[in-house]
Every structure is written in structure tokens, then in C-alpha cells.
């Protein structure tokens, strides 16, 4: 299968890309999960 010049192929996101995304989301569990304690309340453990 040959890439002509007006074909136009799926971007494929790079590995840094899910990485970023898997340390954001970290980053934001680990500020809830901080602030739930904090606060002394209630929160949902997802195992």
C-alpha cells in the first residue's frame, strides 16, 4: 500500500502523550484523595 501525496492518514498519538495524560490524571486523584482526608469526610474507594 503506497502513501500517496493527498492521502490522509490517523494520527497516532506518541507514547509521551499517554504519559502525560497518565501523570495528570495521578496529579489530580492524588489532590482529591489529599483533600478528602483533609477534610475528614467521606469518599468513594474505587479497587
Do not use: F, K, N
Amino acid at each position: 500500500m503506497a502513501v500517496r501525496p493527498g492521502d490522509v492518514m490517523a494520527p497516532v498519538p506518541e507514547p509521551e502523550t499517554y504519559a502525560m495524560l497518565l501523570l495528570g490524571l495521578g496529579v489530580v486523584c492524588a489532590i482529591s484523595r489529599r483533600r478528602s482526608r483533609a477534610h475528614g469526610s467521606l469518599a468513594i474507594q474505587v479497587i
